[in-house]
């Protein structure tokens, strides 16, 4: 808006009759101010300029010296039948690792304790990977199993990959008096102070405190990206239409008076499918709200990339200068 009213601006001002590009178009700032260093002729060129910029910053020299790995055992191409589409079908998350670690091979973390939370330590592409992955929703002891694996892989300095797919942290008396909300903090307190890499990766539900614990949007992963098939939210629109209508039918005990239960069931799908339209992942990443959708087939590519990434970032050093600000 500022530029389409600049030349309206400066005659007001002046009385000089100039033209929006003379004032603050990309030539004029490439030619006259020296603002720009580079002017590319489209966006593709745009992207072309760029690699070669970044390609110029001596990354390379940062990146770890290539290592010999094996492919997983089990063709990506799988995935496409191994993982449900509908996040309510359980599976066992090591399906999915599986098929994206070198040779398949899988070292998992007591396996026998908090069983829903799956603890595994594999490579990906040659770089050690601590993985999280959920096997349904996650209860105390899969809490507390998670933050002492989140802990060691810290202190081994190990990049941790954080495959989500549950409803949250279990509820009910039992639960409670079990010390979920001491556990579950627990886990996402070490989720918050982990200092290595982290990437997560949403491939089913990921709703509620559940999103916390596995690294959601909020927590500072340095990659996050999103299946097709995620549903992302505070709870399902089924649980959320359940919940109101007990609500409603509580309020209507308390005034003795009958349930109108025709207007009870529309209000039930209108909330039902505001939920989940707003949960779906093509809602979700579209806000942002992770950093772009990918095909489940290539997760272990992208995830080996974004591996590599991390490692040549934290292997550069910077060189900060004193000089002043020279842009002004």
Not at 14 to 30: F, Q, Y
Not at 79 to 92: E, N, Q, S, T, V
């Amino acid at each position: 808006m500022a530029m389409l009213a600049g030349a309206a601006l400066v005659q007001a001002a002046t009385g000089e009759i100039a033209k929006d590009a003379d004032l603050g178009g990309a030539e004029m700032h490439a030619e006259v101010t020296g603002l720009v260093e580079y002017l590319a002729e489209d966006d593709a060129h745009g992207l072309e300029l760029a690699r070669e910029v970044v390609a110029g910053l001596g990354w390379q020299g940062c990146a770890a010296a290539p290592v010999e790995y094996h492919p997983p055992k089990y063709p990506a191409e799988e995935l496409a039948g191994a993982i449900p589409a509908d996040y309510r079908k359980p599976y066992d998350m090591r399906e999915l690792a599986a098929r994206i670690v070198d040779g398949s091979v899988l070292r998992d973390f007591k396996p026998g304790y908090g069983a829903a939370m799956v603890c595994l330590q594999a490579h990906i592409m040659g770089q050690p990977v601590g993985i999280l992955g959920n096997n349904g929703p996650i209860d105390p002891d899969g809490a507390t199993k998670a933050t002492h694996f989140l802990q060691l892989m810290d202190q081994a300095d190990t990049p941790v990959i954080f495959l989500g797919n549950t409803t949250g942290y279990m509820v009910g008396t039992d639960y409670e008096r079990a010390g979920m909300i001491k556990h579950g903090s627990k886990m996402i307190q070490a989720v918050t102070n982990l200092r290595v890499p982290k990437i997560s990766l949403y491939t089913g539900a990921s709703f509620g405190a559940g999103n916390y614990g596995m690294c959601g949007h909020a927590f500072g992963a340095d990659f996050l990206f999103t299946w097709p098939n995620a549903m992302t939210g505070v709870m399902g629109g089924a649980q959320a239409a359940l919940t109101m209508e007990q609500v409603a039918r509580r309020a209507a005990a308390r005034k003795g008076i009958e349930v109108d239960e025709a207007r009870l069931a529309k209000q039930r799908a209108g909330i039902t499918a505001h939920f989940d339209s707003q949960s779906d992942a093509f809602f979700t990443s579209r806000r942002m709200l992770d950093m772009g959708m990918i095909d489940p087939r290539d997760s272990r590519a992208v995830i080996g990339f974004c591996l590599a990434t991390c490692m040549e970032a934290r292997r550069r050093v910077l060189n900060p200068n004193a000089f002043g600000v020279g842009r002004a």
